[in-house]
């Protein structure tokens, strides 16, 4: 049985964690669930964006550590990075998303703490309500957050905060959230949020929203030359694509066939 559900409708995928009687906490099997989705996702040509939430009154609780404790074998499984992957189960659940090579959004309400922040961040937008609970919450436990959430984190934030909530373990409210950066935007209604956005997106091109998404991704923090190099890089095979043409031809009022690039 999977506790992650998926439908693609016009593009659009619906993600939805579905343990809402556990508050979507999370199990080694929604861990690979997670992760088997995001690849599943990846290879879809015709996919635009995802909506990535929660079923219930939460987002996700976090590690639902009650169920993984009792599977010492599966944690050793899961813990042991894949050869020439760079990330290990419980990372990829999270950086999965990042490979996603259409925009991801993240809509959060109730709780949203330890793994579930994480999963949170590694979309590339998070919208959010007033009352949603964030916390990186690991240090109660004695631990840090290692679903790859300090480099998303890292981001966002300002060292100082990231540093604050994951010694404290504090928690924030939606609003607290969007004021530190960690939500993109919070109102009382984040799916009207998402889909006003993932509409906007629908009217780009889908070869420059994923450039976009590499160069941003692949880039942030590296030295002036190393971007220069993949924007030019990036800039070069969008100029070849049909798509590229048929937005310029768009927002020109133009025939396609005026901005085909033409042989020599």
Do not use: Y
């Not at 290879?43 to 219930?56: H, M, P, Q, T, W």
């Not at 590296?222 to 095979?237: D, G």
């Amino acid at each position: 049985m999977t506790h992650v559900t998926c439908a693609v409708e016009n593009g659009v995928a619906q993600v939805r964690l579905d343990r809402p009687d556990k508050l979507n906490a999370l199990t080694l099997e929604v861990l690979r669930d997670l992760a088997r989705t995001a690849h599943s996702l990846s290879k879809d040509r015709s996919l635009r964006a995802v909506v990535l939430a929660g079923e219930g009154d939460s987002f996700c609780a976090g590690l639902d550590f009650g169920s993984v404790l009792k599977q010492p074998a599966g944690i050793l499984r899961t813990f042991t990075p894949v050869p020439g992957r760079g990330t290990n189960g419980f990372q990829e659940a999270c950086w999965a998303w990042r490979r996603v090579p259409v925009p991801v959004i993240a809509v959060v309400h109730g709780h949203c703490f330890g793994g579930g922040l994480q999963l949170a961040m590694a979309a590339d937008f998070r919208f959010t309500t007033p009352d949603a609970q964030w916390s990186v919450m690991e240090s109660k436990w004695g631990l840090i957050p290692d679903m790859s959430g300090l480099q998303t984190l890292s981001e966002q934030v300002r060292l100082d905060v990231v540093k604050r909530l994951m010694m404290t373990g504090e928690t924030v409210s939606g609003t607290e959230a969007e004021a530190l950066g960690l939500a993109t935007g919070v109102s009382d209604q984040p799916f009207k949020d998402a889909d006003e956005l993932v509409a906007r997106l629908q009217e780009r091109s889908p070869d420059a929203l994923a450039a976009a998404k590499r160069l941003a991704l692949d880039t942030w923090g590296a030295s002036p030359r190393r971007t220069f190099r993949r924007e030019r890089a990036e800039q070069v095979r969008l100029l070849r694509l049909p798509n590229t043409a048929v937005a310029r031809a768009a927002a020109f009022g133009k025939s396609v066939a005026d901005f085909r690039p033409r042989s020599r």
